[in-house]
Every structure is written in structure tokens, then in C-alpha cells.
């Protein structure tokens, strides 16, 4: 089985490659090692990738590769610019380009090649002020955030190709993922950096908002269920399970890392929704999805992975 995996280089992406390659699948991974953090990060991510034979690396854009040659059985569509907070002002063409415009080419190529799956890494930013909790697959979408109005374009493509050229696309929403590798943008990424050397978290807002968030090894075992699983056309809701207040997370943090939290208190950051929680009931049915993670274990994963990181360099 042969799969391509876009983004392969990130967060989440190095980690599906890696668990794709015990499965015994052989992968094409592209990454354009793109400058949202540091390339040296993602190149890190990739070392024990490039090791393995069975694994092929293209430093490219997405848009830039030939798909007719490469004889692929699925394809796993993660790559993207993230990130809700610089999508707004001039940065957002970086996200039209990377989200909407190399989507749409990826789907060019893709809808004539004869492929099983076509999985798309979407985001819960699609929902937004979403009135009601649990969201489920069919609430409404009223992203809040320029990134998010991004994602939504991607998932309705993926949609328009299944429809016209009935592309075997499942579309994921991913909830708040965390655990090793988690970007440095990414909130637990800062607290944990700013807890190992004893500095301030800033905290916006009150602390009182929610999300759900979903231990990596969750996400990679749905993704790859999706495209085992997964249903053309559909689109799944891929949470932790439960949700809980950041004042919470801190709480829990000062228990894990042992140590007493600075904090700074600021404004709200606009494009932020302040609730997330997944409805996994559609993923549970479909996919056979059931996230095994506690959030006070993946936090110690991540933690334990931060102090390496930091304190080996
Ligand atoms: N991390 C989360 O909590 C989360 C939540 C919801 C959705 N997602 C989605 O999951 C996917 C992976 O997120 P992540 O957190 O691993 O991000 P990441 O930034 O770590 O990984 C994305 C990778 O895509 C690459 N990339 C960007 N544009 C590219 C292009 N045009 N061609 C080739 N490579 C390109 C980047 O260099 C990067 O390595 C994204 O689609 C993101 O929107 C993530």
C-alpha cells in the first residue's frame, strides 16, 4: 500500500508517517518545511523518518508535485499554514495559498489517479460560535477566525471533487491536538517551555474557556481508521472525549511539573472561540474511533518530551 502524506514534516503529519511505516505501508512525504516555525524543528521531526526504506522525502510544495507518477493507493492531505492568531492583517494570503489554493491543485491531480482514500485534515476552528455543545457534525458553521474560514474552504472542495468525480474524500476535524511535537505555537508547547525556565504564561481571558483536546497517538489512530474505515463524503468529529478549563490544565500542569505557575492575565484574543467540544458519536460508529488517552497522561508525555527537548540542546 502506497500513500502519500502532506505535511509529513509537522506536528502531526511526522507522526502518522511514523505509524503508517509499522503498519507497513510505504510512504511519499512532502513538506515544503514552510517558515511558520522553525525548519529546523520539522527536520528534527523527520529523523527517524529518513532512516527508514520505506519512506521517500520531497522537499516541496504541494502544489508543485506530479501525482500521476508516484502510483499511490491513499493520500492523507495535511499540510497547511495553522495557526488562528497571525491569520489575520497581510498574512492571510499565505493561508488562501497553503489552505485553499494548494488544496485545490492537490485535488486537480487527484481526481485522475485511482486512489481508496483521500483523507483531509480539517480543523473544529470550522465551527466557530457554534451554538451548541457537543458540535456535532451537523451543527453550524460559523468559523470566527480567519484560518478557520480557510479550513472550511478546503473541506467544501474536498466535498465539490467527491460530488463531480466521486474522489473517495473523508474530511476530519481535528480538536486541539497536544502531545510530543506539538508546535510551539501551541499553548501546552508555551506553558511547559515557559514552566521549565521558570518564566511567565501569559493566559488570555479568564481562563474559564473549554476545548477539547486529543492526545496525538488518538489523532494518528483515526486518521488511519479513516482511511480504512471511513465513509466517501462523510466528515468526522475527531476529539478527546471530554473537555476541560484551562484554569484546570494549569492546575494540573503545577501537579505534573511540580513546580509553582507564573501567571499574566490579558484580553481575549479575537478569533479564539471560547468552548470546543466534539461530538465523537459519528466517528465512534464509522470509524471505530475511541480516543484511550487521559488528559493528565498526555500531559506528562508532552512534558517529559519538553524537558528533553530544552534542557539536551
Ligand atoms: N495541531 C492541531 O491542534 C490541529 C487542529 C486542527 C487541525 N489541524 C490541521 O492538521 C494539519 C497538521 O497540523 P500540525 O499541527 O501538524 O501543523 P504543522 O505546521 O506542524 O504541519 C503542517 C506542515 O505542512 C507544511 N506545509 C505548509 N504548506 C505547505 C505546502 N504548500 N506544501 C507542502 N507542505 C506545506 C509545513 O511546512 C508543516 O510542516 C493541518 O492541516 C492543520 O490545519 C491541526
Known amino acids: 500500500m502506497r500513500c502519500l502524506v502532506t505535511g509529513c514534516a509537522g506536528f502531526i503529519g511526522s507522526h502518522l508517517c511514523e505509524k503508517l511505516i509499522k503498519e507497513g505501508f510505504e510512504i511519499v512525504g512532502v513538506d515544503s518545511l514552510s517558515d511558520y516555525y522553525p525548519p529546523s524543528i520539522k527536520l528534527k521531526n523527520l529523523e527517524n523518518l529518513i532512516k527508514e526504506k520505506k519512506f521517500k522525502f520531497l522537499k516541496n510544495k504541494v502544489e508543485e508535485l506530479n501525482l500521476e507518477e508516484m502510483d499511490l493507493d491513499y493520500i492523507f492531505h495535511l499540510a497547511a499554514q495553522p495557526g488562528v492568531r497571525k491569520s489575520w492583517g497581510k498574512d492571510f494570503a499565505i493561508y488562501t495559498e497553503a489552505n485553499i489554493m494548494a488544496t485545490q491543485k492537490l485535488l486537480e491531480m487527484a481526481k485522475n489517479i485511482p486512489l481508496k482514500r483521500f483523507v483531509f485534515a480539517s480543523s473544529s476552528s470550522v465551527y466557530g460560535l457554534c451554538p451548541e455543545l457537543p458540535m456535532k457534525e451537523t ?155 487521559k488528559i493528565e497522561d498526555g500531559l506528562l508525555n508532552e512534558w517529559e518530551w519538553i524537558k528533553n527537548i530544552y534542557c539536551t540542546k
Do not use: W
Open 139 to 293: 451543527s453550524p458553521l460559523f468559523p470566527i477566525s480567519p484560518y478557520g474560514v480557510t479550513k472550511l474552504a478546503g473541506e467544501k472542495l474536498c466535498y465539490l471533487y467527491h460530488k463531480n468525480f466521486d474522489l473517495p474524500i473523508v474530511l476530519l476535524r481535528y480538536f486541539t491536538v497536544y502531545g510530543p511535537r506539538q508546535r510551539p505555537d501551541m499553548a501546552f508547547h508555551k506553558f511547559m517551555k515557559s514552566i521549565l525556565f521558570n518564566e511567565e504564561i501569559v493566559i488570555f481571558g479568564d481562563g474559564n474557556q473549554t476545548r477539547d483536546f486529543t492526545y496525538i497517538d488518538d489523532v494518528i489512530d483515526a486518521t488511519i481508521k479513516a482511511a480504512t474505515n471511513g465513509k466517501n463524503g462523510e466528515v468526522y468529529n475527531i476529539g478527546g472525549g471530554s473537555r476541560i478549563r484551562l484554569n484546570d490544565v494549569l492546575n494540573l500542569l503545577e501537579r505534573i511539573t511540580e513546580k509553582k505557575i507564573k501567571i499574566r492575565r490579558t484580553e481575549p484574543q479575537k478569533g479564539e472561540m471560547p468552548h470546543t467540544l466534539a461530538s465523537i458519536e459519528k466517528a465512534k460508529r464509522d470509524l471505530s474511533y475511541l480516543p484511550q488517552t
